[in-house]
């Protein structure tokens, strides 16, 4: 998992791999179900409450609406407790589900890694309702963009059904 940051990221086509979650309220998040609704947007953050990760998520936050009129459900994911979740999502009113991977084996799944062991990885995955990963967007440094990039994409999707 630690490496030099060279994330081995799946890859657009790739099956996604499927997980179970705890999120902020201690509540099971499973993929699998997740994606019975429609295409969902899964973000892998370094950490809560950090400059970057805070803009990012309330980025999410303020287009939540348009993912939303997209048909897709945003899931955050970083290896913070449940707890953390819960300060965080309530400090920032998060609307969406934040999932705490605390052994970082979906992390790990995804091929989300830290750069030399340190600064976790920071990848965006577009997954549509087959389970199939439409798009990857990985940007340590520019955490909002993340959110206009997937947002691009689900319209691109939605506009092809």
Excluded: N, W
């Amino acid at each position: 998992m630690f490496g030099l940051g060279f994330s081995k990221a799946l890859t657009v086509g790739s099956s996604a791999p499927l997980f179970a979650l705890p999120d902020q309220d201690g509540h099971q998040v499973v993929l699998a179900d997740a994606l019975k609704v429609g295409p969902v947007v899964v973000y892998f953050y370094p950490r809560d409450d950090t400059p970057g990760c805070t803009a990012q998520a309330c980025k999410f936050r303020d287009g939540y609406a348009d993912f939303s009129d997209a048909g897709a459900q945003v899931l955050g994911i970083s290896a913070d407790t449940v707890d953390s979740h819960k300060k965080f999502a309530e400090r920032y009113r998060l609307p969406f589900r934040l999932l705490a991977d605390t052994d970082d084996a979906v992390h790990t799944a995804y091929g989300v890694q830290a750069a030399l062991g340190l600064i976790r990885g920071r990848v965006t995955y577009v997954i549509d309702s087959t389970g199939v990963i439409r798009h990857v967007f990985e940007d340590r440094l520019h955490a909002t963009a993340h959110v206009s990039d997937a947002l691009q994409v689900l319209r691109t999707l939605k506009a092809g059904q």
